[in-house]
C-alpha cells in the first residue's frame, strides 16, 4: 500500500492532529538517542499518536490486512533503534497518552497507559508516600510504556531490581489486534500465580509481541532516609572487591556506582570545581531504609570498605549528599567534553558482567579503545555489574565512526566472552541482534516460536530483538 | 506403546534402580498433597530418575516418538495434582538429582539440579552468608526444580517477592528433546535484557514448556537481625487496615501472617499451652535486616498497629519469638484436629485477593463453610493477600467429601468475583484450570498458541495449567 492510502486509511481512525503523515513530520521520527541511527533513514510512512486500545487496535488491525511493519514508541530516548521504523510501516507514539488512571493506595498499585513520564509518576506517587524503585537515567523524559517494553532499570536495581518485579499486569494488544490483558482479567491481587506468565514475557520483548496500552504496577512504601557514601581507591582491583565486602556484612545498598580513572578525569575537565581525587576508581554506595538502619549501614560501610580505599566519606545531609554524587550526575555530559570537537555516542554503551569480571571489564575495554584510537569514559553500576562506556568521536570522521563501530563490536564480544552480556538495561533493538545467536544458542529457535506464534507475518516491530531467520547478521 | 514395551525402551536409557515400572512401584506416584489425587487413579506407566540433562533429553525424545505423555516431579508435595500422570505417561522424578553444583560466592549466584531441597539449599548457603529468599510452608521437603516450576513463595513474599525474582537463567530439555539455556548460554552476570525472557516465562510454567534440568539462581546477603511482633484485634476489620498503616510508615516487613478466629480456635484446641488470646485476629510481623534498623521498625510497629490492637508485643529474642511464632507453626497440623475423625484438606486453599478485601474474603469463606456445614481454619500472608483456608472433614463420608468439592469451587470464584486469583502460590495444575478462563479471558488463547508453538503434540504434562481446548472443564 502506497503512503497515501494508508494516509487516508488511517484518517478514518485518527483525527488530522494525531497522525503525522508530512515528510518533516515522520522525519523527525527517525531517530532515537541510538548511534546507528545517524547514519541511517529509518523514516516511518506514517505515525499515528493513540489515546485509546481502540485506537490501537484499529491500527493494528489495518497494519495486519495490508502487512504492514506496526513500530510501538515511547519517548524515543532508547538507544537501540529500537522504536525506529527500519522495515518502513507505522509508527505508533504513545508518549502523549500518558494518564495516571488510578493511584490504588489500599492495594500498593497503580495504573497507567503508557505515555506516563517515570519521574512524573515518581512525583505523583509521592504525595501517597509510594514509590515505584526503578530508575532509569532517562527518568525527565522515558515513558513507562517503553521502561516495560525494554525491562528498564538504572541505579537502584543493586536493591530493588528491574521494571519486570513490579508489573503485575498488562494489557496488550496483540500483532492481530486482538486485546488481551495479562496478570488477570479483573485482577489486584498482588500475588498470583495461574496461567502462563505473560506478562513477564511481554516485559522487555521490545515490542515485538505486541502493543502495551495498559500498566499494572507494583508500587512499594517510599523509604523514610537515605544515605551516600563515597569512597576512593588507588587500585582499581579493589573497588569490586570492596562491592563484595559489603554484600558479605549482610548489606544490600540500593546503588553502588563506580567512576574510574577515565570518568573522574572527564567530569574533573568538564568542572574543575568538581575536584574529584585522583585515583584508579571511586565508588558511591546509596543506602536507603529507616533512619536508624541506614545509619547502621552507613557506618558498617565505612568500616568495611576503609579497609581497602585511601578515604571514605559517609553522609545522610542532603547538601552534602548531593555534592557527593555531583560528579557521577554530570559524568554523562562530561565525557562529551574530553574534547571540543567530540561527541559522546552510544554504541557498546551498556554490557553487563560477572561481578569478579568487572575489573578486567574496565582495563580491557580502556585497552580497546586505545587499539581503536577511540576516547572512552567508563562509568555504570558496578553492583550489578552493568557498565556504560561512553566513547567520544568526532561525528565529522568517517574514520573516527568507523573505528568506534569496531570498538562497539569488540566491547558487545567482549561482554559475552567474559560470561556477561551484550545489554544490562538498554535493550537490543536492531543494533545488539546480531549477537542473540552468540549470547543465546538455541534459545534463539525458542525466542522465534513464540514470536511466529503470536506474529506468523512479523508485522510487530520486525527487525528487532531477534537475529533475521537464517543468520546472525544486523536489521 | 504398551507399557512392557516402554520398560523395555527404557531400560536403554536408565539403569533399572533408576527405573520403575512395577505396579506397586507406580502407585506410589499416583498422589500429591491434593484433595483431587485422593479420589483418582492417576498411576503413570512408567517412573524415571535421571542424573543427567542426557537423561532427561533421551526420555523426552522416546517419549515425542511416541507421543506419550512426560510429566516432571519434585518432591510430590504440591496441592495440584501438578506432577500426576493425569493422561498417563512416564513420570520424570527429578528429586534424587539434587546436586548443589556450584555456589559462586563473588557472583552472588548458585547453580543447582532440579532436585535439591529448599532447606538444605539454605542451609548450605548459611555457611557463605547467603540465602534464597522465598520460603514455602514445605521447605523440608519441596525442590528447587519444583518451585521453579509452580513460581512458589511463602512467607516473606511480601518484601523478597517470589522465586522468579531470583532465577537469573534455566537449563530446559524442550518437548522435542532440544536442550537450551536461558538467561544467556555462558552467563552470570546479574542483569541481563537480551532477548525474549524465557526465564520468566519458564518459571511457573508448571511443566508443561519442558522440563528444567538445571538452575541459576540469584541469591542475596543473609540479614544480621529479625525480630517479630505480635498484635491481637477484636475486630477483624482493623487487622488489614494495620497492615496498610505499617505500609504507610515506610515498612516493608519480610512477612506478615494472619490467623483469624477460627485459626485461634484450633490452635488452642490442639496445644492449650499455647493458649493464645481469644480474638478476632492475630497478626505476626517479621522484620528482618540490620539490627539498628530492625529495632527501629519493631517499635514503629508497635506504635502504629498499637493504635488499632487491643496489644501488640515485640521480640528479638530467639526464645521469644518462637514463642510468639508458635501458633503460626503448628497451624497447619492444628486445624486437622479441629475434630477427632477430621482431615485437613487441600482444596480452595490458596486464594489471593486485593489487601482491601481480606476481611470481606475472610467473612465469607466462613459463612461459605457454614452454608455447606464444612468446618475451615483460615490463616495466611495477609501481607499480600494470600488467604490460606484448610477445610476439615471426615475424608469417609462422601457427602462431607461432596460439600467439601462445592467448598472449594465456591471459594475459587469467590477470590474471582473479588478481584483476586484462585492460587496465589501453590499454583494450578489439574484442580485449578477450570477457571482459567473466568480469570484470564482472551489471553488463555495467548497462553495456548505459546504451548503449541513448543509443544505441538501436547506431550509436555498434560492436562494441567490450560483448559482443555474448546471449554472450560477441567482436566
Request: aromatic share 6%; charged share 20%.
Amino acid at each position: 500500500m502506497n503512503r497515501h492510502r494508508l494516509a487516508s486509511e488511517l484518517k478514518r481512525i485518527f483525527p488530522p492532529e494525531r497522525l503525522l503523515t508530512g515528510n518533516l513530520e515522520r522525519r523527525m521520527y527517525s531517530y532515537d538517542s541510538s548511534f546507528l541511527a545517524r547514519f541511517r533513514n529509518y523514516t516511518p510512512d506514517a505515525v499515528v499518536l493513540p489515546r485509546s486500545t481502540e485506537e490501537v487496535a484499529a491500527t493494528v488491525k489495518l497494519a495486519a490486512r495490508h502487512g504492514i511493519p506496526v513500530i510501538p514508541r515511547g519517548a524515543g530516548s532508547g538507544e537501540t533503534c529500537g522504536c525506529l521504523a527500519v522495515r518502513g510501516g507505522i509508527v505508533v507514539d504513545l508518549s502523549s497518552w500518558d494518564a495516571i488512571e488510578e493511584v490504588d493506595v489500599a492495594n500498593m498499585q497503580v495504573f497507567v497507559r503508557p505515555g506516563v513520564v517515570h519521574y512524573r509518576l515518581n512525583e505523583y506517587l509521592a504525595a501517597y508516600g509510594l514509590f515505584f524503585p526503578p530508575d532509569p537515567g532517562s527518568t525527565r523524559m522515558c515513558t513507562i510504556g517503553g521502561m516495560v517494553a525494554n525491562n528498564s532499570s538504572g541505579l537502584r536495581a543493586v536493591k530493588y531490581g528491574t521494571t519486570e518485579q513490579y508489573v503485575l499486569g498488562l494489557e496488550v494488544v496483540l500483532p492481530d489486534g486482538q486485546v488481551i490483558t495479562t496478570g488477570g482479567v479483573n485482577c489486584k491481587a498482588l500475588k498470583n500465580v495461574s496461567g502462563l506468565n505473560l506478562s513477564k514475557l511481554f516485559v522487555g520483548s521490545e515490542g515485538i509481541l505486541g502493543i502495551i496500552t495498559r500498566i499494572r504496577l507494583r508500587v512499594w512504601p517510599r523509604p523514610k532516609a537515605r544515605g551516600i557514601a563515597m569512597a576512593v581507591f588507588a587500585d582499581l582491583e579493589e573497588a569490586p572487591a570492596a562491592v563484595l565486602d559489603v554484600y558479605r556484612s549482610g548489606i544490600l545498598p540500593s546503588g553502588i556506582e563506580i567512576l574510574d580513572s577515565s570518568a573522574i578525569r572527564a567530569i574533573n575537565m568538564y568542572n574543575p570545581e568538581i575536584n574529584l581525587p585522583d585515583a584508579e576508581a571511586i565508588l558511591l554506595f546509596e543506602v536507603d531504609g529507616n533512619p536508624a538502619g541506614v545509619e547502621w549501614e552507613g557506618q558498617k560501610i565505612v568500616e568495611v570498605v576503609g579497609k581497602r580505599a585511601i578515604s571514605v566519606e559517609w553522609a545522610t545531609n542532603p547538601g552534602r549528599m548531593a555534592e557527593l554524587w555531583r560528579g557521577r550526575s554530570v559524568v554523562a555530559v562530561a565525557a562529551a567534553r574530553l574534547r571540543p570537537d567530540g561527541s559522546r555516542i552510544f554504541a557498546g554503551e551498556d554490557i553487563s558482567v560477572p561481578l569478579n569480571k568487572v575489573t578486567e571489564a574496565l582495563r580491557r575495554i580502556k585497552e580497546l579503545g586505545r587499539q581503536y584510537g577511540v576516547a572512552v569514559v567508563n562509568y555504570g553500576h558496578i553492583g550489578d555489574g552493568n557498565i556504560h562506556t561512553a566513547p567520544v568521536i568526532n561525528l565529522e570522521n568517517p574514520d573516527e565512526v568507523e573505528r568506534a563501530n569496531k570498538l562497539a563490536d569488540a566491547i558487545h564480544r567482549l561482554a559475552i566472552e567474559l560470561g556477561g552480556s551484550t545489554t544490562g538495561e538498554h535493550g537490543v533493538g536492531a543494533v545488539r541482534n546480531q549477537y542473540a545467536l552468540d549470547e543465546h544458542g538455541a534459545a534463539v529457535n525458542t525466542m522465534r516460536l513464540i514470536k511466529k506464534a503470536l506474529d506468523p507475518a512479523n508485522i510487530m516491530n520486525p527487525g528487532k530483538l531477534l537475529p533475521p531467520e537464517g543468520g546472525a547478521g544486523g536489521a
